[in-house]
């Protein structure tokens, strides 16, 4: 009898896969369940060999690949007031299931792996016109890291993907274009000295502030003027400070201050002209702060980049989702998934999964019932689609 999804989510939901942590538990298993249906998988990993992505195909070799693509890890649940176990599935009787990863994006990757044992039978009976891909990745968490190794190594062997559908929680509502996101660090170093003698100092934390406002500037004038794109929540383009870091006493003048700051731009969009400027801005700050101290730095190191999406018109994959939910294009969010790396490698791409992304990285994170029960259903007529040739579709 095949496993349900819930009792593989179940499974997946026990393996405490926290970005700081290593996936190789769950990636072991998954390879395992895997090889239990006959389905042999490789795997590429991160420099120290402490996390792995996963790649398996179902079907004949040369067929073009409809790859369904879910990440492993998952975000903290340090500080959060939860109510269940976070690493136990867990039924209020309510109509939904709780636990870290429910939604994001662990029940997608449970109702692809109920179906692996259906997609077998239809490869050996050779009824599939189309292989079916599992591509897992580790790190998508903390900016889309693992999946690039992933797919290096699909075009290494040249893997023929006709397409790609990314199963973040979208309540089963495709999504066919986000947000790309960068992160950058910037380090003020200024000279520190008694608070008494401010002036033979270079304060780190005020030169920095300086900066962040610089930063907000451009924000609100991107609110104010920049390009609109009515198709996303957000619909311009959007810059924040996420952290802040300086000082070490009340009496002493601060030598260093670090921030971060992130850029979501709209497709179309380089956030490069953002950091153009705020590196400009800082070369003026640097004249005023080595007019007192020479050994005054400012850098700024970009930390995390992820592509902005936008579904290929006319796509194989974006049709079969058209078709099967019923909808002509789809939703703008400003979210980032691993779609935009898979796009900017060449492989056409949808966002579509269970689970709403309200749920997603709080508290008591859950998925309904209705939505796993959804992405299985639908998934089983993908697998319909998939199944059919030419003269038939």
């Known amino acids: 009898m095949a496993p349900s999804y819930l009792s593989l989510l179940r499974t997946l939901l026990a393996f405490d896969t926290t970005s700081r ?29 402490s996390k792995s992505n996963l790649f398996a195909r179902i079907g004949a070799d040369d067929l ?20 269940t176990p976070p690493f136990v599935l867990t039924d209020k009787g309510d109509g939904r299931w709780y636990g870290r990863g429910t939604a994001d994006m662990k029940g997608f990757i449970a109702c692809l792996l109920a179906h692996v044992p259906d ?14 891909g599992i591509a897992l990745s580790y790190d998508e968490e903390v900016g889309c890291l693992g999946v690039p190794r ?28 986000h947000k790309g996101i960068a992160h950058y660090h910037c380090h003020v170093q200024g000279r520190a000295a008694h608070s008494s003698l401010t002036p033979q100092g270079v304060n780190a934390i005020e030169y920095a502030a300086r900066l962040i406002t610089h930063v907000r ?5 991107e609110a104010s003027f920049g390009h609109h794109q009515p198709l996303y929540d957000v619909p311009f383009t959007t810059l924040q400070t ?31 002209r953002f950091v153009d400027s705020v590196r400009d801005y800082a070369d003026n700050l640097l004249l005023e702060m080595r007019q007192v ?47 935009g790396v898979f796009h900017a490698a060449g492989m056409p791409c949808v966002v579509l999964g269970p689970g709403s992304i309200e749920q997603a ?13 959804a992405c299985f259903d639908w998934l089983g007529r993908l697998t319909g689609e998939l199944c059919r040739s030419d003269s038939q579709g």
């Open 21 to 49: 942590y290593s996936n190789l538990e769950l990636i072991d298993w998954v390879s395992q369940y895997l090889a239990g249906f006959g389905v042999s998988s490789q795997r590429t990993l991160n420099d120290d060999g």
């Open 150 to 177: 992933l797919i290096d190594a699909l075009l290494q062997q040249g893997v023929p993907v006709a397409g790609c559908i990314i199963g973040e929680p979208t309540s089963m509502r495709p999504v066919v274009a």
């Open 293 to 339: 101290a020479p050994e005054a730095m400012i850098s700024i190191e970009p930390r995390v980049y992820c592509p902005a999406f936008e579904a290929t018109p006319g796509s194989e994959v974006l049709h079969y989702v058209e078709k099967l939910c019923g909808c002509q294009g789809g939703d703008g969010v400003a979210y980032t998934t691993e779609a």
């Open 361 to 373: 990285h709080r508290p008591d994170e859950f998925i309904e019932e209705s939505q796993l029960q």
């Open 64 to 83: 073009p690949l409809m790859l369904l693509s879910g990440h492993t890890d998952v975000v903290p649940v340090d500080g959060q007031a939860w109510s």
């Open 242 to 272: 996420g952290t802040i870091h300086g000082g070490t006493a009340n009496n002493i003048v601060p030598k260093d201050c670090e921030f971060t700051f992130e850029c979501r731009w709209l497709p179309g969009d380089d956030p490069q």
């Open 119 to 132: 997609w077998v039978r239809l490869a050996q009976e050779g009824r599939l016109q189309q292989g079916i």
């Open 217 to 221: 500037r451009l924000a609100d004038t």
